[in-house]
């Protein structure tokens, strides 16, 4: 089974920067849809962002202009950058591989005023 692994969550002040990523331990990633999602507290797990195989992507209106997703396919690696965060980003984020259904176990991005 493919696992993914998320990394570069945080602490940070607002209009601060974070680089997320999420490593999969196997090629096929390549051939798989990728998404990153949040869930913060008491609400439900949200879409925020996601990359095709053919790297088109598609973005939540609460992130566009101020998030970007890329997949690096030799690296096995999907990345989130993640500029002029707010408070209301605060969340768990969460990388999900559409071909097989996978998820990561999550990783603690928190947004101080």
């Known amino acids: 089974q493919v696992q993914l692994v998320e990394s570069g969550g945080g602490l940070v002040q607002a209009g601060g920067s974070l680089r997320l990523s999420c490593a999969a331990s196997?090629?096929?990633?390549?051939?798989?849809?990728m998404e990153w999602y949040r869930q913060a507290p008491g609400k439900q797990r949200e879409l925020v962002a996601g990359i095709r195989s053919d790297s088109m992507t598609n973005y939540a209106d609460s992130v566009k202009g101020r998030f970007t997703i890329s997949r690096d396919n030799a690296r096995n690696t999907m990345y989130l950058q993640m500029n002029n965060l707010k408070p209301e980003d605060t969340a768990v984020y969460y990388c999900h591989a559409r071909l097989w259904n996978g998820w990561g176990q999550g990783t603690q991005v928190t947004v101080s005023s």
């Open positions: 196997g090629n096929i990633f390549r051939l798989s849809g």
